[in-house]
């Protein structure tokens, strides 16, 4: 025959499923709290993505309006000159 387990007693019952919940309350909150220093660090990360991001746009940009003003200048010696010379001539 089985040998019977001995009961557990409706107070010890208590106290385990209260152990057991305060555990889970405890393994939450720690969990909560890793969540949000990994929330944290990937958002300074991302931020400091977009900062450079943003430095090379700034970059881009004025490289941009030198190369237009150059090619303004061009143009404008270029078809300046061929004027000249037509009203010359």
Do not use: W
């Amino acid at each position: 025959m089985h040998k019977q387990q001995p009961a557990v007693s409706m107070a010890m019952y208590e106290e385990q499923l209260q152990l057991l919940k305060e555990k889970f309350t405890l393994m939450e909150k720690r969990i909560s709290l890793k969540a949000d220093e990994v929330v944290f660090t990937m958002s300074v990360s991302h931020r400091k993505e977009i900062d450079q991001l943003k430095d090379e746009v700034i970059l881009l940009r004025e490289q941009l309006k030198k190369v237009n003003k150059e090619q303004q200048e061009i143009y404008v010696k270029k078809y300046a000159g061929a004027a000249r010379r037509r009203s010359v001539g």
